[in-house]
């Protein structure tokens, strides 16, 4: 059980919108920073946003994010086929003292 | 170029110990605070422990407190995991990862398979 809840899988057809929800509480994405990563098969993870909605250097405009509350959302706009991975949202929970991940959310691009 | 190299994993049987390496170049690992991750086979990432500059401060997850040891070598310019008393549920890919100031991991290392069986 994550302390971070995201969807098993989401799916659209490419060109459009999909969205990622991450939901937490208040001692995680309530309180800090909010994280996201991609990765593919048999690949290290890599960082996607930080800071709720910052993107690192080389990462598309097509990936954004947004912190409301306890919850985060991972929207991709243009959806590729290119973009069919895993996403981990994170988070640092100040009550645990550890850094939760979401499950997971695989991505298909129908 | 930024990056991270780990090794140290293997096949080990249950009750035994590992020590896994993280060699970072292109960055000094005594500027940051420092993380292990782990992802067993076909799950989800798990994140195991960090450290901050000075070593002076380690978390770790619950399962393995008590048995992993996060450490660092500033002449080395590496990372460490001492995992001590393994059980088949330590079996995972861990990577090494650079954490930036807000708590995201930026840096990733391609992994290492640590395999209790």
């Known amino acids: 059980q994550s302390v971070l809840t995201q969807p098993p899988s989401v799916s659209a057809a490419p060109g459009q919108k999909v969205t990622i929800s991450c939901s937490g509480s208040?001692?995680?994405?309530?309180?800090?920073?909010v994280s996201w990563y991609q990765q593919f098969p048999g690949t290290a993870p890599k960082l996607l946003i930080y800071e709720n909605n910052k993107r690192p250097s080389g990462i598309p405009d097509r990936f954004s994010g947004s912190r409301s509350g306890t919850s985060a959302t991972l929207s991709i706009t243009g959806l590729q086929t290119g973009d069919e991975a895993d996403y981990y949202c994170?988070?640092?929970?100040?009550?645990?003292?550890?850094?939760?991940f979401g499950g997971g959310t695989k991505l298909t691009a129908l | 170029e930024v990056q991270l190299v780990e090794s140290g994993g293997g096949l080990v049987q249950p009750g035994g110990s590992l020590r896994l390496s993280c060699a970072a170049s292109g960055f000094t690992v005594s500027a940051y605070w420092m993380t292990w991750v782990r992802q067993a086979p076909g799950k989800g990432l798990e994140w195991v422990a960090n450290?901050?500059?000075?070593?002076?401060?380690?978390y770790y997850v619950d399962s393995v407190k008590g048995r992993f040891t996060i450490s660092r070598d500033s002449a080395k310019n590496s990372l460490y995991l001492q995992m001590n008393s393994l059980r088949v549920e330590d079996t995972a890919v861990y990577f090494c990862a650079r954490t930036e100031q807000a708590g995201g991991f930026d840096i990733w290392g391609q992994g290492t398979m640590a395999t209790v069986s």
């Open positions: 450290i901050n500059q000075d070593g002076g401060e380690k």
């Open positions: 208040s001692s995680n994405i309530g309180k800090n920073f």
């Open positions: 994170g988070a640092w929970d100040s009550s645990l003292s550890v850094a939760a």
